[in-house]
T-cell receptor, first 111, second 116 residues
């Protein structure tokens, strides 16, 4: 079993749709959780950290369920520019060592 | 912008040759990392550094070595390149916004390496 698992997709959605990404992790001692976005042939970029209380940034909402070891990302009102690969990232906390990256879920938003 | 550059950005080399990739950062971050990214595997840690001359192995370190003689530079060397090392290599730093906040990683633009 992979330490961080994501649905590889791809997800194909029309503009304006709501899309949800799910991620599970195996290390119950994990402390920090993130979603990164990676455009084709570019480096990953931090989209948002994920907190137990849930957090929202505009059209993006992230949730963490420690009991189920599950992280989610919801994108509302999808834009063409949201097309990218979304990486789920889990870290033990200090320094970023042993940070584990999911393989990513590819999203295509179409007009 | 975390001020991370990588060089070269693209390289084609032949099996058996040594290759060195450079990562340079301008913001004096202590922690630096080298990852490789391959389809279906996500990012995998090769080596990391927690200070000048302080380095350690990651998940996929065989065939790679690193050096960090200055805070700003972290070098990755493929001692004798093999076709299985064809990949995209990313350098990263980690930083903590404020005490107690998560350690976030920021990446350089990547180096595309092809070993023929």
């Amino acid at each position: 079993r992979k330490e961080v698992e994501q649905d590889p997709g791809p997800f194909n959605v029309p503009e304006g749709a709501t899309v949800a990404f799910n991620c599970t992790y195996s290390n119950s001692a994990s402390q920090s959780f993130f979603w990164y976005r990676q455009d084709c042939r570019k480096e990953p970029k931090l989209l948002m950290s994920v907190y137990s209380s849930g957090n929202e940034d505009g059209r993006f909402t992230a949730q963490l369920n420690r009991a189920s070891q599950y992280i989610s990302l919801l994108i509302r009102d999808s834009k063409l520019s949201d097309s990218a690969t979304y990486l789920c990232v889990v870290s033990p906390g200090t320094g970023g060592f042993k940070t584990i990256f999911g393989a990513g879920t590819r999203l295509f938003v179409k007009a | 912008d975390a001020g991370i550059t990588q060089s070269p950005r693209h390289k084609v080399t032949e099996t058996g040759t040594p290759v060195t990739l450079r990562c340079h950062q301008t913001e004096n971050h202590r922690y630096m990392y080298w990852y490789r990214q391959d389809p279906g595997h996500g990012l995998r840690l090769i080596h990391y550094s927690y200070g000048v001359k302080d380095t350690d192995k990651g998940e996929v370190s065989d065939g790679y070595s690193v050096s960090r003689s200055k805070t700003e530079d972290f070098l990755l060397t493929l001692e004798s390149a093999t076709s299985s090392q064809t990949s995209v290599y990313f350098c990263a730093i980690s930083a903590q916004g404020t005490s107690g906040s998560p350690w976030e990683q920021f990446f350089g633009p990547g180096t595309r390496l092809t070993v023929l």
